[in-house]
């Protein structure tokens, strides 16, 4: 098991990865990321047309941003512009 500490302006949040699947690992680290994100300002990321922020989810072997709200693929994690 390996352990990912994710840092965003100074706070550290740590994660033990739970599998050695690229896109669970992707998945794990995003959803990390976006927790200490929200910590600090309003959700991120958002899809626009929903007005919504979005989730990392593992979807069909894929790490995504999944919009709930709208129940739709935003991106794949990695791919965000802007």
Known sequence: MELVE???EGSY???ALMGVDPAD???Q???KVQ???MDNQAPWPTCDPHD?????ELREGRAV???RRGDHLVTEVGQLIG
């Open 6 to 8: 994710v840092e965003f």
């Open 13 to 15: 949040q740590g994660t």
């Open 25 to 27: 690992v992707l998945y």
């Open 29 to 31: 680290v995003a959803d």
């Open 35 to 37: 927790d200490q994100v």
């Open 52 to 56: 919504a922020g979005v989730h990392a």
């Open 65 to 67: 941003w999944w919009c």
